[in-house]
Nanobody
Framework: QVQLVESGGGLVQPGGSLRLSCAAS????????IGWFRQAPGKERESVAA????????TYADSVEGRFTISRSDAKNTIYLDMTSLKPEDTAVYYC?????????????????WGQGTQVTVSS
């Protein structure tokens, strides 16, 4: 049974930083494409970042490029999202997701397993 469990969300001031974690079980993060997504109230879920199986490909949304970094620990079977220079518009529920098919696709509909999400609120 595949499980993805996010943690690390919280309340942070604008300009601050957070690290989100996604602990996986039932699959290996180094053999699956893993993505981070977010959904703000009243908006559609959007892709934030993704890393390919093998780790040689990464992609970021334009809105987070240069501020967010996706990484992973194969030993811990965990994916991270390091977020810096946070803005109020980064406020959302953040989800991690895993894609079973090895082809490089990163849209919401391309992912098979989802975590329950963790809330990130950026506010002074």
């Amino acid at each position: 049974q595949v499980q993805l469990v996010e943690s690390g969300g919280g309340l942070v001031q604008p300009g601050g930083s957070l690290r989100l974690s996604c602990a996986a079980s039932g699959l290996s993060v180094d053999f699956n494409t893993i993505g981070w997504f977010r959904q703000a109230p009243g908006k559609e879920r959007e892709s934030v970042a993704a890393v390919s199986w093998g780790g040689n490909l990464r992609t970021y949304a334009d809105s987070v490029e240069g501020r967010f970094t996706i990484s992973r620990s194969d030993a811990k079977n965990t994916i991270y999202l390091d977020m810096t220079s946070l803005k109020p518009e980064d406020t959302a529920v953040y989800y991690c997701a895993a894609r079973v098919d090895p082809t490089w696709r990163t849209e919401t509909q391309d992912f098979d397993y989802w975590g329950q999400g963790t809330q990130v609120t950026v506010s002074s």
